[in-house]
RNA sequence: GGCCGGUUGGUCAAGAGGUUAAGACACCGCCCUUUCACGGCGGUAUCGCGGGUUCAAUUCCCGCACCGGUCACCA
């Protein structure tokens, strides 16, 4: 199996909004495909007709697009193996099933699932499996003749595996190692069901990664205990030697408790455990995703590449094409990782400071318009390159720069007790009057004025400088005074400085 | 419960027999400063426990504990 070409899959089912857990899956995925000059194929697993959900398929092909995970082939990308929805692909399953069946590798399985359910109840830990089958309704226990019948007949019937006990199976991992398992713990997993005339995932997953000619599967922790199944699928159906190389892993873990992350954890701790905003459309509830909190896609792409992966020394700023370079199965670690959302507003934090005024400009004018503020962009820019610094999303540009662009209604309580003195109001009753005399109002000159006039009068430099702050701005906060006054402009300044003092006394 | 996987600071983690056990997030303190941030500096670990192997073990082996996953006509 040496020169075969990289192809790596990812396979969601369309069960509702892509994970954040499966988000990783397919960003290693990605890279690994693009790391090894191979493809990426996106597959939809929707085998079970009870649990599709409608819309599910375009939100992970939009979520993963945001992101930039590119596909090469599958749904909605095209390519030559298709399709590559298995609903689409009941035929060319149908045949391997039936090989399986007459090569005595599977058989047929009349059990109803309330027969099943019954004897789960009355014996304990039952499995269906070498040691029981030869009690149960099959296709080994009835003649042929029967089974037939019964088919004819409209009985529902499922095709199991037949399993040989006592066979220490080897499942060769890329990250873990050797994983040994005897086949007498597994069972006789139902490969097809002839109620929907599909198979199970087991089933159309092996059938599907050899026709796809997959070299790779990279997947989620939780698929390590069928990985022996799979190794025998492979062999009944005498693929073996193009059997693809397995790496499961590690799960995200839920930041506080016990278990992995899910769902629930996102709206109960506050942040989004979706890439986008999902509404289930069944209940209609809405779950906050990444990009609508905020966050941009190469912060995702590097916080979540890190969780689970490290590139062996201490860089933490990543592009996704140093990942592609960096990437390797082999510093996957092995143990799940906490999810911990504090550092992915670090990441967001460092994407920011690292994006052009003029981006970020644009990407804070819907917000303000939201505001009902209509301004230039070049005001949008200078006051973005002042604040950027400070936030950790765009949207808290707004709570932090909000008075550029409307005056302080109200004075912050603490500051005002604070910092305006009893001479306050004289004395920027005065500093109104130097102001008025600067004809240009930049940072520099406005600042040498105003510096001097308070030397020169002895006047203390801290008290004049705080009490002019929280006049701008209505409270303690905010960059150089002198940054704020030139934005803002010599009538806006002086505006706000008698309104301070008219509320202030 | 059976089976499988894992276990380095609160969190993510480097480390691969001999190290003062990196780095980052968060937290705390200090510095910078007209405010708030940014930035800078500093602080917090007898490497889950118990046995081995070895001159030497966080690193190798075994047992235990704990955590996680999985045991469907779901993926």
Known sequence: MSQRKVRVRFAPSPTGALHIGGVRTALYNYLFAKQNGGDLILRIEDTDSQRFVPGAEDYIIEALTWLGIKFDEGVGFGGNYGPYRQSERKEIYKQYVDQLISNGLAYIAFDTPSELEEKR?????????????????????LSAEETNTLIAAGNQYVVRIKIE???????????????????????????????DQLPTYHMANIVDDHLMEVTHVIRG???????????????????????????????????????????????????PVFPLEWKDPVSGDISSGYRESGYLPEAVVNFL??????????????????????????????????????????????????????????????????????????YVEKVVSLMKERVNFVKELWDQSAFFFVAPLSYDE????????????????????????????????????????????????????????????????????????????????????????????
């Open 414 to 505: 603490k500051t005002v007790k604070k910092r305006w003195k009893d001479n306050s109001s004289a004395q920027l009753t005065e500093l109104i009057e130097v102001l008025r005399t600067v004809d240009d109002f930049g940072v520099e000159n406005t600042e040498e004025i105003v510096k001097g006039w308070i030397e020169q009068n002895q006047y203390h430099l801290g008290n004049i400088m705080n009490a002019f702050r929280l006049a701008l701005v209505g409270e303690s906060k905010g960059p150089h005074i002198f940054n704020i006054t030139e934005a803002l402009g010599k009538e806006e300044t002086i505006a706000r400085l008698q309104r301070a003092i008219e509320i202030l006394k």
């Open 121 to 141: 109840n009355a014996i304990a830990n039952f499995q269906y499996d070498a040691s029981t089958r030869l009690q149960m309704r099959n296709s080994l226990t």
């Open 165 to 195: 006990p006592n066979e220490n199976i080897v499942v060769n991992d890329l990250i873990r190692g050797e994983v040994i398992i005897n086949s007498s713990v597994l069972d006789d997993k139902v490969l097809y069901k002839s109620a």
């Open 305 to 378: 590449a890190l969780l689970g992966w490290n590139p062996g020394n201490d860089q933490e700023i990543l592009t996704m094409d140093e990942l592609v370079k960096l990437f390797s199965l082999e510093h996957c670690s092995k143990s799940g990782a906490k999810f911990d959302y504090e550092k992915g507003k670090w990441f967001n934090h460092q994407y920011i400071q690292k994006k052009d005024n003029a981006t970020l400009a644009a990407l804070f004018q819907p917000v303000l318009a939201e505001k009902g503020i209509e301004v230039c962009s070049s």
């Open 221 to 271: 922790e939780e698929w390590l205990p069928s990985a022996p199944l799979h190794v025998l699928l492979y062999r009944y159906l005498g693929w073996t030697d193009t059997m693809p190389a397995f790496a499961h892993l590690p799960l995200l873990l839920k930041p506080e408790g016990n278990g992995k992350l899910s769902k629930r954890d996102g709206d109960r701790l506050g942040f």
